[in-house]
């Protein structure tokens, strides 16, 4: 069976310091990757997917940036964290383009 | 741009109530799933629907897609406390982007004993 897994699990970092949130799936290959970040009453933000190694698409201009340098591995980072990063951040993964996607446990992510 | 709109955004019952909520779009999904969030943790597949007027159980949830493709309702039977989270639906577009699926913004459930 398949899994997803993505840590740490909660984090505090002041402003100006850098991020690293990983997430990697068993279970599968070349899986379609995805991290969201949700807040309340916004829904689910898709900030990045990726469709095979090293291919990232940017659906967010914003202070974070994305990496897959595995297959079934993939990496939100930022140099600088900005208060507004704070949330709530979701990694998850599909069986290709349409299909359905499954979560991770989520990361919290506040920034002070 | 896509959109699928969740009815009611909250939504508190007594235990033992029925309730529906639902999930709107003016555009044909080829799939629909739900999902249910508990505070603190992913979202968690429920189900999937694929065919336009199909019925899903799962014990006392019952979801429906819509003839047209473009709705569902999601109904719980005497609800219970374990109920409680955050009732969210996605759809797959037709031609599958790769940029997944379309989420609403949920629907906010409490069940009270």
């Known amino acids: 069976s398949q899994t997803i897994h993505q840590w740490p699990a909660t984090l505090v970092q002041p402003v100006g310091s850098p991020l690293s949130l990983e997430c990697t799936v068993e279970g599968t290959s070349n899986p379609n990757l995805y991290w969201y970040r949700q807040a309340a009453g916004r829904g689910l933000q898709l900030l990045f997917y990726?469709?095979?190694?090293g291919q990232i698409s940017s659906e967010v201009p914003q202070n974070l940036s994305a990496s897959r340098p595995q297959d079934r591995q993939f990496i939100l980072s930022s140099k600088k964290l900005l208060l507004s990063d704070s949330g709530f951040y979701l990694c998850a993964w599909s069986w290709g383009s349409g299909n359905t996607i499954y979560f991770g446990e989520g990361s919290w992510l506040t920034v002070v | 741009t896509q959109l699928l709109e969740q009815s009611p955004q909250f939504l508190s019952i007594q235990e033992g109530e029925n309730l529906t909520v639902y999930c709107n779009s003016s555009s044909v999904f080829s799939s629909l799933q739900w999902y249910r969030q508990e505070p603190g943790e992913g979202p968690v597949l429920l189900v999937t629907?694929?065919?336009?007027?199909e019925v899903k159980k799962l014990k006392r949830l019952t979801f429906q897609f819509g003839d047209a493709r473009k709705d569902s309702s999601l109904h719980i039977t005497a609800a219970q406390p374990g109920d409680t989270g955050l009732y969210l639906c996605?759809?797959?577009?037709?031609?599958?982007?790769?940029?997944?699926?379309?989420f609403g913004k949920g629907t906010h459930l409490i069940i009270q004993p």
């Open positions: 996605a759809g797959a577009r037709s031609g599958g982007g790769a940029d997944g699926l379309t």
């Open positions: 990726s469709v095979g190694i």
């Open positions: 629907v694929v065919t336009g007027g």
